[in-house]
Nanobody, 124 residues
Framework: QVQLVESGGGLVQAGGSLRLSCAAS????????VGWFRQAPGKEREFVAV????????DYADSVKGRFTISRDNAKNTVDLQMNSLKPEDTAVYYC?????????????????WGQGTQVTVSS
């Protein structure tokens, strides 16, 4: 079992930055890949970024490439999402999710554990 708790959301102006953090419980966290997803009102949950269990592999949605960076610290059981050059269209509830797998995946339904989400609002 893995429990995930997101933090770091808030209100920021366009062009600003936020750093989200996903804190995980469980001694086997280093066996899980972790993804960040987001869901805006009236829209489906969409992939943002994913990182492998060791942190050696990452993948990003085209919409955030070059602006967002995912990283992890397995000693602290955390995965962070650094978000720069934020745009109003980045406004959403952001979720972290974990899956015990070697292969990176961008599909929400393939993840086993989810956090409760943190709101990110970018004003224009």
């Amino acid at each position: 079992q893995v429990q995930l708790v997101e933090s770091g959301g808030g209100l920021v102006q366009a062009g600003g930055s936020l750093r989200l953090s996903c804190a995980a419980s469980g001694r086997t966290f280093s066996s899980y890949l972790v993804g960040w997803f987001r869901q805006a009102p009236g829209k489906e949950r969409e992939f943002v970024a994913v990182i492998s269990n060791t942190g050696g592999r990452t993948d990003y949605a085209d919409s955030v490439k070059g602006r967002f960076t995912i990283s992890r610290d397995n000693a602290k059981n955390t995965v962070d999402l650094q978000m720069n050059s934020l745009k109003p269209e980045d406004t959403a509830v952001y979720y972290c999710a974990a899956r015990r797998s070697f292969w990176l995946t961008t599909t929400p339904a393939t993840y086993d554990y989810w956090g409760q989400g943190t709101q990110v609002t970018v004003s224009s």
